[in-house]
Nanobody, 119 residues
Framework: QVQLVESGGGLVQPRGSLRLSCAASGSIFSIYHMGWYRQAPGKQRELVATITSGGTTTYADSVKGRFAISRDNAKNTVYLQMNSLKPEDTAVYYC?????????????WGQGTQVTVSS
């Protein structure tokens, strides 16, 4: 079995910073795409940032210049550094990854971590 476990969420003041982590565990052969998504109350889940196994990144326009996604392939971990946070960044943040396991590539989601930006 494969699991994605997020950590690092919490309450932060506007213009503050947080760093999210997501570690994949299990009998993993290889991890391809990894990404972060978020879902605010009453809204659909949306893409925040993605990173390929080679390090190519993409970002939602709303977070460009403020968020940075990175990964440590040796630790099967993806990070999201969030700076200059705004109240509209408040959401549950989910990790997502395409993982080669048991001979096939499958898509996995983490359980989510709450990020609240408020004074």
């Amino acid at each position: 079995q494969v699991q994605l476990v997020e950590s690092g969420g919490g309450l932060v003041q506007p213009r503050g910073s947080l760093r999210l982590s997501c570690a994949a565990s299990g009998s993993i052969f290889s991890i391809y795409h990894m990404g972060w998504y978020r879902q605010a109350p009453g809204k659909q889940r949306e893409l925040v940032a993605t990173i390929t196994s080679g390090g190519t990144t993409t970002y939602a326009d709303s977070v460009k210049g403020r968020f940075a996604i990175s990964r440590d392939n040796a630790k099967n971990t993806v990070y999201l550094q969030m700076n200059s946070l705004k109240p509209e960044d408040t959401a549950v943040y989910y990790c997502n990854a395409d993982i080669l396991w048991a001979g096939s590539v499958r898509n996995y989601w983490g359980q989510g971590t709450q990020v609240t930006v408020s004074s």
